[in-house]
């Protein structure tokens, strides 16, 4: 499975990006997709997840209201929508895929996942 990250960049607070995700390689359906981050210095955090057969959205407390995910299934794609980004948002973005079922609590998991892409840097100035 080859997950490719693409649309990181650099943008003033308050801006917008949207990441993308593309995922290839795969011969089940990868049930369950999630976003996480990681600034230098911190562990790895997750950012967002869903669970591709109901289509449950999970956020965390940091970007609720402000970041959305979604996913093109005919494009094989997750997206991450970033708005009103802040400093704190600035990390290396990282999408990933499993093919386990999951609900909150199993998305925040780094270790829940077993497919991960490169990362693509945000950066985001005051």
């Known amino acids: 499975v080859k997950l490719v990250e693409s649309g990181g960049g650099s943008v003033q607070a308050g801006g917008s990006l949207k990441l993308s995700c593309a995922v290839s390689?795969?011969?089940?359906?990868?049930?369950?997709m999630g976003w996480f981050r990681q600034a230098p210095g911190k562990k790895r955090e997750g950012v967002a997840g869903?669970?591709?057969?109901?289509?449950?959205?999970y956020y965390g407390d940091s970007v609720k209201d402000r970041f959305t995910i979604s996913q093109d299934r005919a494009k094989n794609t997750l997206y991450l929508q970033m708005d009103t980004l802040k400093s704190e948002d600035t990390a290396t973005y990282y999408c990933?895929?499993?093919?386990?079922?999951?609900?909150?609590?199993?998305?925040?998991?780094?270790?829940?996942?077993?497919?991960w892409g490169q990362g693509t840097q945000v950066t985001v100035s005051p």
């Open positions: 990933a895929a499993d093919r386990a079922f999951c609900d909150d609590g199993d998305w925040v998991r780094e270790t829940y996942f077993g497919h």
């Open positions: 869903l669970s591709v057969a109901d289509g449950r959205r």
């Open positions: 390689g795969y011969t089940e359906i990868m049930n369950c």
